[in-house]
């Protein structure tokens, strides 16, 4: 009798040698369950008000760049460097996840091993996020049962025969229900509700200030001239949180603690019901460049650090104040800084309304006269009473400067583009000397002796200052230079640096070619 030989459905990690696996189907597999459980993840994540992995691995990945890398990023990707970021992390994500169905068709527990890996540094980013909570396990838990279930099926339909149509079939199937569940869950995000710090900021109404700004200067006629005050949703942001922390006003407390008499603990009303301050301050990162646009002057709401810490009782000894944010970044700032009279404020509003997301709300630093990162803390939670000898703050430890002034200097901003037309042209741009103040700006053109720009009427020390200079242009290359000087009599100096460790130092100047 003839033996008839039978086939049943083939078990994956086992290939067919007749027609071999299907590859294809593997890569896509892989890439289908990730996409299944980031999503599966970030819809938990939402629900339940915590971080998802994905974002979690992300923050771990910035925190343990090398600076050099961190300011490239900044450097290239200026404020869309978090964008990037995460943009290059999911495309990795998904690369790594093809990889672990590429293989899992071949050899099945190999493949899910790869996929366990992925879980594995997930859960390591989820326990090291900072205020993290037991809580912060659903999205992990979301993303390895949704991912490796996913996966897992796809691939058993994947490793069947090429060459079998109901093979083909199957898996085309299974595809299509997990793109389509995902494609579900991704319309979900977008009618989820809002995050409760975006809802209560929207019907927030903020009491008038005690002590209101006083009515900024004109600007200086010249066209393309940026204005005075920067709109809050132009303002440069340069921070390490990968995904604006959602801070509830109503759960937020601030923690005054440390070298003090009387700790104290505030709630956001505590901070309302006190006397506000409206102040015009420019704030500026210390990654600018020299001429870059990493820097803004904006109208600021809030309470004066030096009277919470009068209120504290400061120790003696203390000479540094520890700011911690709502996402973990600390940053050290000089006590004096904060109690020498100058307006440094814990901002509850910007340009009129409640703090945006993006700067802070509900509660962030405004300190003039230091860079950012020593100074500009956002979604504050504490403020530590200490001394720069008994901690090392988020920058410093990866080679900033302990204390960080802002540096004398000023910007070319018009004309902005290279080719102008002979004849008047106006050179205009601003400058800034914090809690100093701007006492003159002079522009050289080409080879030609230094002149003295015109100055819009001061504000503030404590806030840039415009200039500008007509120029009657005949056409040929030239090369114009801008330097600043301080009331003091300092002029900024002309020695090149880069931004490490404490800014950047060097004359700005661009090229013009007048036709």
Same mark, same amino acid.
């Given at each position: 009798m003839q033996r008839v030989a039978t086939q049943g459905p083939a078990r994956p990690g086992r290939r067919d040698r007749a027609t071999g696996a299907p590859g294809a189907a593997g890569w896509l597999a892989g890439i289908l369950a990730a996409a299944a459980g980031l999503i599966a993840s970030e819809l938990v994540a939402r629900l339940s008000g915590t971080v998802s992995p994905f974002v979690a691995v992300g923050n771990r990945a910035v925190d343990l760049s090398p600076t050099p890398v961190k300011e490239w990023a900044i450097a290239t990707f200026d404020t869309a460097d978090k964008a990037v970021l995460l943009g290059g992390a999911l495309i990795v994500v998904l690369a790594l996840a093809a990889l672990a169905g590429a293989v899992a068709v071949r050899r099945f527990t190999a493949g899910m091993l790869i996929g366990v890996g992925l879980a594995a540094l997930a859960l390591l980013a989820v326990v090291f996020e900072p205020g993290g909570s037991a809580a912060a396990l659903l999205p992990l838990a979301a993303l390895v049962i949704v991912g490796l279930g996913a996966l897992r099926l796809l691939v058993t339909a994947a490793a069947e025969p090429a060459s079998g149509p109901d093979g083909r079939r199957r898996f085309l199937v299974r595809a299509g229900g997990v793109a389509a569940a995902t *494609?579900?869950?991704?319309?979900?995000?977008?009618?989820? %509700?809002e995050p409760a710090a975006t809802r209560v900021r929207r019907a927030l109404r903020l009491p008038a200030p005690t002590r209101p700004a006083a009515a900024p200067p004109p600007a200086l006629p010249v %066209?393309?001239?940026g204005p005075h005050i920067v709109p809050s949703d132009s303002f440069y942001r340069i921070d390490t949180a990968l995904v604006v922390p959602d801070v509830d006003p109503a759960d937020w407390t601030l923690r005054v603690t440390g070298l003090v008499d009387r700790p104290l603990t505030l709630s956001f009303a505590d901070l309302l019901a006190r006397p506000l301050v409206e102040r015009r301050v420019t704030l500026a990162c210390v990654s600018n460049p020299v001429g870059g646009d990493l820097i803004g002057n904006a109208t600021w709401l809030g309470v004066p650090i030096a009277e919470i810490l009068a209120e504290a009782g400061v120790q003696a000894g203390a000479d540094a104040v520890k700011s911690t944010s709502a996402d973990g970044w600390t940053c050290g700032t000089p006590l004096a800084a904060l109690t020498d009279g100058r307006d440094a404020l814990l901002a509850v509003g910007m340009n009129g309304e409640p703090l945006p997301a993006e700067h802070g709300f509900p509660v962030r630093m405004v300190v003039p006269g230091l860079y950012g990162?020593?100074?500009?803390?956002?979604?504050? *939670?504490?403020l530590e009473v200490t001394r720069f000898a008994d901690?090392?703050?988020?920058?410093t430890v990866r080679g900033w400067s302990e204390q960080g002034p802002v540096k004398t200097s000023c910007r070319i901003d018009v004309p902005r583009e290279s080719q102008v037309p002979a004849g008047r042209v106006w050179l205009a741009g601003v400058a800034w000397a914090q809690h100093t103040g701007i006492d003159r700006v002079e522009v050289q053109i080409g080879d030609g002796p230094w002149q003295a720009a015109e100055l819009a009427d001061?504000?503030?020390?404590?806030?840039?200052?415009q200039w500008r200079l007509a120029w009657d242009a005949v056409p040929g290359e030239y090369r114009v230079t801008a330097r600043a000087t301080d009331r003091t009599g300092a002029t900024q100096t002309s020695e090149v640096r880069g931004v490490l460790p404490d800014g950047a130092t060097g004359w %700005?100047?661009?090229?013009?070619?007048?036709a």
């Open positions: *494609a579900v869950g991704g319309l979900l995000l977008g009618v989820l %509700p %066209p393309e001239l990162y020593v100074s500009a803390t956002k979604w504050l *939670a504490e901690f090392a703050a988020y920058w001061e504000d503030t020390i404590d806030t840039w200052r %700005p100047s661009r090229t013009y070619r007048v």
